[in-house]
């Protein structure tokens, strides 16, 4: 096998969707979790039901969207981060 750049690529945005597919997991147990519909949550944590959706399964994260998200469900970023390894 062949190990050019393009490979590394393919693998970096493996591991991106990878990771983002785990957040956006984890986003949904913690909702489930606090006993939310995606319309509360959304509303209650000034996002988008749409945006929320996204988040919950591995699409389009913002940054302002994590940062709303570990705000109401009262954790940080970091711990967000941590638990998924």
């Known amino acids: 096998m062949t190990i050019t750049k393009k490979t590394f690529t393919n693998i970096d ?37 749409n945006c929320l959706q996204n988040a919950e399964h591995g699409h389009n994260i913002t940054i302002l969207t994590i940062f709303k998200l570990v705000d109401f469900y009262d954790l940080s970023a970091s711990e967000l981060f941590t638990d998924l390894e």
């Open 13 to 49: 945005q493996d591991l991106n969707c990878s990771r983002l597919n785990d957040i956006g997991q984890y986003l949904k147990q913690l909702r489930l979790y606090e006993g939310f519909t995606q319309h509360e949550a959304a509303s209650r944590s000034g996002i988008s039901r």
